[in-house]
Protein backbone atom coordinates (compact mmCIF):
# COMPACT_ATOMS: atom_id res chain seq x y z
CA UNK A 1 0.00 0.00 0.00
CA UNK A 2 1.11 3.89 -1.16
CA UNK A 3 1.87 5.91 1.90
CA UNK A 4 1.52 9.71 2.30
CA UNK A 5 4.73 11.70 3.17
CA UNK A 6 5.31 15.03 4.17
CA UNK A 7 8.28 17.16 3.46
CA UNK A 8 9.57 20.24 4.05
CA UNK A 9 10.51 22.95 1.53
CA UNK A 10 12.30 26.81 1.75
CA UNK A 11 11.69 29.35 -1.34
CA UNK A 12 15.04 31.35 -0.43
CA UNK A 13 15.91 35.04 -0.07
CA UNK A 14 17.21 34.81 -3.85
CA UNK A 15 14.48 33.43 -5.60
CA UNK A 16 11.43 35.55 -3.59
CA UNK A 17 13.84 38.19 -4.71
CA UNK A 18 13.49 37.20 -8.46
CA UNK A 19 9.72 36.85 -7.88
CA UNK A 20 9.90 32.99 -8.16
CA UNK A 21 7.48 32.66 -5.68
CA UNK A 22 4.45 31.98 -7.72
CA UNK A 23 6.52 30.18 -10.81
CA UNK A 24 7.95 27.46 -7.72
CA UNK A 25 4.48 26.99 -5.85
CA UNK A 26 2.75 26.35 -9.42
CA UNK A 27 5.89 23.63 -9.86
CA UNK A 28 4.91 22.11 -6.40
CA UNK A 29 1.43 21.66 -7.57
CA UNK A 30 1.51 20.52 -11.00
CA UNK A 31 3.70 17.72 -10.07
CA UNK A 32 1.41 16.32 -7.36
CA UNK A 33 2.42 17.89 -4.15
CA UNK A 34 -0.48 18.68 -2.01
CA UNK A 35 0.31 22.23 -0.30
CA UNK A 36 -0.73 21.61 4.03
CA UNK A 37 0.39 24.92 5.25
CA UNK A 38 2.29 27.92 3.81
CA UNK A 39 4.00 31.33 5.21
CA UNK A 40 5.68 34.23 4.50
CA UNK A 41 8.53 35.19 6.95
CA UNK A 42 12.19 36.80 7.25
CA UNK A 43 14.52 34.66 10.10
CA UNK A 44 17.43 35.68 12.37
CA UNK A 45 20.79 35.03 12.14
CA UNK A 46 20.39 33.25 14.93
CA UNK A 47 17.51 31.70 13.75
CA UNK A 48 19.34 30.19 10.49
CA UNK A 49 21.86 28.69 12.64
CA UNK A 50 19.56 26.90 14.67
CA UNK A 51 17.71 25.82 11.32
CA UNK A 52 21.42 24.84 9.77
CA UNK A 53 23.31 23.73 13.09
CA UNK A 54 23.94 20.36 11.25
CA UNK A 55 26.38 22.70 8.68
CA UNK A 56 27.99 24.30 11.61
CA UNK A 57 31.50 23.40 10.48
CA UNK A 58 30.86 23.91 6.85
CA UNK A 59 33.19 26.73 5.32
CA UNK A 60 29.96 28.40 4.18
CA UNK A 61 27.63 27.96 6.79
CA UNK A 62 28.42 31.68 8.11
CA UNK A 63 27.51 32.81 4.49
CA UNK A 64 24.57 30.50 4.27
CA UNK A 65 23.11 32.09 7.43
CA UNK A 66 23.41 35.85 6.69
CA UNK A 67 21.64 34.92 2.72
CA UNK A 68 18.95 32.92 4.72
CA UNK A 69 18.65 35.72 7.18
CA UNK A 70 18.94 38.30 4.33
CA UNK A 71 15.43 38.94 3.03
CA UNK A 72 11.61 37.40 2.95
CA UNK A 73 11.07 33.44 2.86
CA UNK A 74 7.91 31.43 2.31
CA UNK A 75 7.89 28.20 3.88
CA UNK A 76 5.58 25.20 3.02
CA UNK A 77 4.94 21.73 4.03
CA UNK A 78 3.70 19.33 1.41
CA UNK A 79 2.44 15.95 1.13
CA UNK A 80 2.49 13.92 -1.45
CA UNK A 81 3.38 9.82 -2.01
CA UNK A 82 7.11 9.42 -1.91
CA UNK A 83 7.14 13.64 -1.28
CA UNK A 84 10.70 13.92 0.20
CA UNK A 85 12.59 11.92 -3.10
CA UNK A 86 10.07 13.49 -5.21
CA UNK A 87 10.75 17.20 -4.05
CA UNK A 88 14.53 16.48 -4.12
CA UNK A 89 13.88 15.59 -8.14
CA UNK A 90 12.13 18.19 -8.89
CA UNK A 91 14.69 20.58 -6.85
CA UNK A 92 17.75 19.56 -8.75
CA UNK A 93 20.66 19.20 -7.92
CA UNK A 94 21.95 21.54 -5.08
CA UNK A 95 24.48 23.35 -7.30
CA UNK A 96 22.57 24.49 -10.40
CA UNK A 97 25.43 24.15 -12.64
CA UNK A 98 24.99 19.60 -12.08
CA UNK A 99 20.75 20.54 -12.29
CA UNK A 100 18.80 19.11 -14.77
CA UNK A 101 16.60 20.41 -17.25
CA UNK A 102 13.41 21.42 -16.34
CA UNK A 103 14.10 21.42 -12.24
CA UNK A 104 13.29 24.43 -10.21
CA UNK A 105 17.39 25.03 -9.50
CA UNK A 106 17.83 25.04 -13.27
CA UNK A 107 15.53 27.80 -13.82
CA UNK A 108 15.88 30.04 -10.59
CA UNK A 109 19.19 29.35 -9.22
CA UNK A 110 21.81 31.46 -9.41
CA UNK A 111 25.31 29.07 -7.78
CA UNK A 112 25.61 26.14 -5.05
CA UNK A 113 25.02 29.17 -2.48
CA UNK A 114 22.03 30.77 -3.85
CA UNK A 115 20.50 28.21 -4.96
CA UNK A 116 16.51 29.31 -4.70
CA UNK A 117 15.53 26.40 -2.79
CA UNK A 118 15.71 23.73 0.04
CA UNK A 119 14.10 20.89 0.74
CA UNK A 120 14.39 18.20 3.56
CA UNK A 121 16.59 14.67 2.96
CA UNK A 122 15.18 12.40 5.59
CA UNK A 123 12.36 11.38 7.02
CA UNK A 124 13.93 12.82 10.15
CA UNK A 125 15.18 15.96 8.64
CA UNK A 126 11.90 17.05 7.50
CA UNK A 127 10.42 16.33 11.07
CA UNK A 128 12.62 18.48 12.40
CA UNK A 129 12.55 21.14 9.65
CA UNK A 130 8.56 20.76 9.58
CA UNK A 131 8.31 21.84 13.79
CA UNK A 132 10.92 24.52 13.24
CA UNK A 133 8.57 26.33 11.26
CA UNK A 134 5.15 25.40 11.70
CA UNK A 135 2.96 24.46 15.39
CA UNK A 136 1.44 21.24 15.69
CA UNK A 137 -2.49 22.72 14.96
CA UNK A 138 -1.00 24.16 11.76
CA UNK A 139 -0.41 20.63 10.62
CA UNK A 140 -3.42 18.84 12.25
CA UNK A 141 -6.19 17.73 9.94
P1 LIG B 1 20.25 23.53 1.09
O1 LIG B 1 19.56 22.44 0.35
O2 LIG B 1 19.42 24.56 1.75
O3 LIG B 1 21.20 22.87 2.19
C1 LIG B 1 22.35 23.52 2.67
C2 LIG B 1 22.72 24.71 1.86
O4 LIG B 1 24.06 25.11 1.97
C3 LIG B 1 22.55 24.42 0.38
O5 LIG B 1 21.20 24.27 0.04
C4 LIG B 1 23.28 25.59 -0.23
O6 LIG B 1 22.51 26.78 -0.19
C5 LIG B 1 24.43 25.73 0.75
N1 LIG B 1 25.64 25.06 0.26
C6 LIG B 1 25.83 23.75 0.11
N2 LIG B 1 27.06 23.49 -0.36
C7 LIG B 1 27.67 24.70 -0.50
C8 LIG B 1 28.94 25.12 -0.94
N3 LIG B 1 29.88 24.23 -1.33
N4 LIG B 1 29.20 26.43 -0.95
C9 LIG B 1 28.27 27.32 -0.54
N5 LIG B 1 27.04 26.97 -0.11
C10 LIG B 1 26.74 25.69 -0.09
Not at 10 to 34: L, M, R, S, T, W
Request: charged content about 25%.
Amino acid sequence: MKTLQRTFTIIKPDAVQKNAIGDIIEQFEKNGFKILAIKMLEITKHQAEQFYAVHASRPFYGSLTDFMSSGPIVVLALEKENAIADLRMLMGATNPAQAEEGTIRKKWATNIEFNAIHGSDAEDTARFELSFFFAGYELSK
